[in-house]
């Protein structure tokens, strides 16, 4: 991967390029990082040029429950190459939007301002994003990339992950994030032994988000709140910050203090904030839902795999498959499908398998590109007309 060009969220803390780490805040503007993210620091080993930083939904989405995905104070709206019209008004997470948190990230790759990027996921953040710009990405088995340095919101759900046009672009770069593996040996371009599950051909029984949150276990928005507490004050500990922002007392007070730049009539609202303040979950009541919760997403997931007798499960990009998978710690990735008629937006879909199979992952995406071809470009730049500055319909 040397030479080759990257771009990057911004939230992966970054002195050594001599760029703010904003995560779309002005409470972060100017701040200077104190050490570069561990990814970043793998990227710049491999010789990679990190060129640019991408905007996102402001904090990982977790400032205001309708933020529309892709929105931050700093970066405004982020677009989608692919939908005519742009973002509608208080679209939230509709079919007009890029999706969110990492929605930048998958934006700019499709753009074509770079071959690849890294974006990070909780729940979605990534993957979703990456079908909504007919990519190829993934999000990798909990704990298998270092986080150090990249914004969190919970450590039990976050982690970061790789885009890109092709498989085996993909398949290099998160390599690199998971240092010693080598996927490239995967790519077997194939369906040949691969047993697959989804709706569309073979009905999967999966569990809700729902259902793994029942008889003790912890609705994953409240446990998200109990960990942002403490891991959002460790992260920005690693700044100095000319605005005094080190936790979330302090981030709520500058936002009000600053809502004409940070407080929008589209977007008025910090409620995730505040949420997060008045958790008064206790460490030990997290840990306990946390590990209901944990098991009975695993046990469900690997009973669905098991009773199907398949080795990935397939579901629509735009459902909560993804929250599923990270209630579990399992890997998710995504794969592009198509373009929609009434927009032209791309959709979709999401696999899902368990801990540590990330290899079989690749020779399913591999199997897939070969079989329904290259992803398709944006139909709004292919057809650009330089002469008239105008799009040819």
């Known amino acids: 991967m040397h030479g080759i060009p990257i771009i990057v969220k911004d939230t992966l803390c970054s002195p050594a390029l001599g760029l703010d780490t904003t995560c779309g805040s002005f409470a972060l503007e100017g701040a200077k990082a104190k050490k570069d993210a561990a990814v970043l620091d793998a990227l710049l080993r491999a010789g990679m040029i990190i060129f640019a930083k ?191 922002v080190y936790g979330l007392e302090d981030l709520i007070a500058y936002n009000q203090e600053h809502a004409d730049l940070e407080l929008p009539p589209e977007h008025p609202n910090q409620e995730i904030l505040i949420g997060a303040l008045k958790s008064n979950m206790t460490d030990q009541q997290c840990k306990e839902r946390l590990a209901i919760t944990r098991h009975r997403a695993v046990s469900a997931i690997k009973k669905s795999l098991a009773e199907n007798e398949i080795d990935v499960i397939l579901g629509p990009a735009d459902s909560r498959i993804a929250s599923v998978a990270a209630a579990a710690r399992f890997p998710v990735a995504a794969v592009p499908l198509g373009l929609a008629d009434f927009n032209g937006r791309a959709f979709g879909m999401l696999l899902i398998s368990p801990e540590n199979t990330e290899a079989k992952m690749f020779e399913v995406l591999s199997a897939w590109e070969a079989t329904l071809g290259p992803r398709k470009p944006p139909p709004m730049l292919v057809n650009w007309d330089s002469e008239s500055e105008g799009i040819r319909l």
């Open 54 to 244: 991408t905007n996102l939904s402001e904090f990982g989405g977790m400032k205001q429950a309708l933020m529309t995905g892709g929105w931050s104070a700093v970066g405004g709206q982020t677009q989608s190459p692919y939908v005519r019209g742009g973002v509608q008004p208080n679209c939230i997470l509709g079919h007009s939007t890029p999706a969110g948190s990492s929605a930048g990230s998958a934006a700019g790759v499709a753009t074509g301002f770079a071959p690849v990027s890294i974006g990070t996921d909780l729940d979605g953040s990534l993957v979703q994003p990456a079908t909504r710009a007919s990519l190829y990405a993934m999000k990798a088995t909990l704990h298998t990339v270092d986080t150090y340095g990249i914004q969190p919101i919970s450590p039990e759900f976050d982690s970061a992950g790789g885009m890109a046009k092709t498989v085996e672009d993909l398949a290099k770069i998160m390599g690199l994030l998971q240092e010693g593996k080598h996927y490239t040996s995967h790519l077997t371009f194939s369906f040949k032994g691969l047993r697959l599950g989804a709706r569309v051909a073979q009905p999967v029984k999966l569990v809700t988000l729902e259902e793994a949150m029942e008889e003790g276990g912890g609705d994953i928005d409240e446990l998200m709140d109990h960990d942002s507490k403490v891991s959002l004050k460790e992260y920005l500990s690693n700044f100095d910050n000319p605005n005094k």
